[in-house]
């Protein structure tokens, strides 16, 4: 942590970090059978490790504070049969910008969230199965492809009423304001010769009030 601002409350505030986290014994698929010979299914053979960095921060200048927090992880397992893979929570990026505007009982802010997709396994063809009438998808490498990096801007305002006894508070917080197209899965025809993206949220105003006494 270093501390920049002096003794005041005002001025710039950092604090930068490393982490690492090593696994072991984690569940995964396994084709191997017991000796009565029915499938095991799974087993504790998995491994992996995670490594990464932080960065947060602060400045505050007369009714203005600006924050920002950027992470940086990599993480990775590694079982018999898939060998190694990026971990389904996996986000290699994450940067979160927010800026703060404080007048009176007045309070405006906004935030833009950048997220790198997670990994997911691609359906890269089909085989029909006649006697069941259907298609039967063939993956790909495990986590083998990533969805689209994840891009947000939100907007808040609010009103605080101060009176005798109590506070009233009122907000009004308009999420993903640019209506940005942030894909969280993918849909597949029939066949599996079309792909279309799940979509994620769409612009999502809220309106709320809150009374603290």
Not at 62 to 76: G, P
Not at 154 to 182: C, E, G, H, M, P
Not at 183 to 211: C, H, W
Request: zero cysteines; aromatic letters at 14%; hydrophobic letters at 30%.
């Amino acid at each position: 942590v270093k501390d920049f601002r002096a003794g005041s409350n005002k001025g710039l505030l950092l604090d930068f970090g490393l982490f690492h986290k090593k696994l072991e014994d984690l569940i995964v698929s396994t084709s191997k059978k017991r000796s009565d010979g029915t499938s095991l299914r799974n087993n504790n053979g998995g491994t992996g490790e995670v490594n990464g960095a932080q960065l947060q921060g602060s400045y505050k200048f007369d009714e203005y504070t600006l924050l920002m927090s950027y992470s940086f992880v990599n993480s990775k397992r590694l079982d018999p049969e898939n060998g190694i893979y990026p971990s389904e929570f996996d986000q290699t990026h994450n940067l979160n910008l927010i800026g703060v505007y404080e007048r009176s009982r007045w309070s405006f802010s906004t935030r833009i969230r950048y997220v790198t997709g997670g990994p997911y396994t691609p359906i890269v063809g089909s085989v029909y199965d006649s006697g069941i009438d259907v298609y039967l998808p063939k993956r790909g490498d495990f986590f083998s492809e990533r969805y689209d990096d994840f891009v947000q801007l939100d907007f808040r305002v609010d009103r605080k009423f101060i009176y005798k006894t109590w506070i009233l508070s009122a907000y009004l917080d308009i999420q993903n304001l640019t209506n940005a197209n942030n894909g969280q899965g993918i849909s597949y025809n029939y066949d599996y010769t079309e792909t279309e993206k799940a979509a994620g949220t769409p612009v999502l105003p809220i309106i709320g009030v809150r009374g603290e006494f």
